[in-house]
């Protein structure tokens, strides 16, 4: 599977646990968003790619934000949304930094 079939399918898995949560059918987000019914059927079920536009009005019905997150800081804001454990671990620890030698 390519890894832009699996980001579709990701955003997809999303939506719809977003509009379940919600008690939202799928003709209600759309048509809150905009879009038909199909499209937004293609959309969740990660078989078609949306513009950003549509994807900001969808979560909007949702009830969501967007945001554009650098690659590095992915990691950390996962373990931020992480339900938190009774352990005093820190929320990410950073990749160690190299130097010719191998890890500092």
Avoid: C, W
Avoid at 29 to 56: C, H, K, N, Q
Wanted: proline share 7%; charged share 25%; hydrophobic share 45%.
């Amino acid at each position: 599977m390519s890894s832009e079939s699996a980001a579709l399918l990701e955003i997809g898995r999303l939506l719809k646990q977003a509009r379940l949560a919600a008690s939202l059918t799928q003709e209600q987000v759309a048509d809150l968003a905009g879009i038909s019914r199909p499209r937004y059927r293609d959309i969740e079920t990660g078989s078609a790619a949306a513009r950003a536009t549509t994807l900001m009005n969808i979560a909007r019905a949702l009830g969501l934000e967007m945001m554009l997150i650098p690659q590095a800081m992915v990691p950390a804001v996962r373990a931020l949304l992480r339900p938190h454990a009774d352990d005093d671990l820190p929320a990410f620890v950073s990749q160690p930094e190299e130097d010719d030698r191998g890890p500092v």
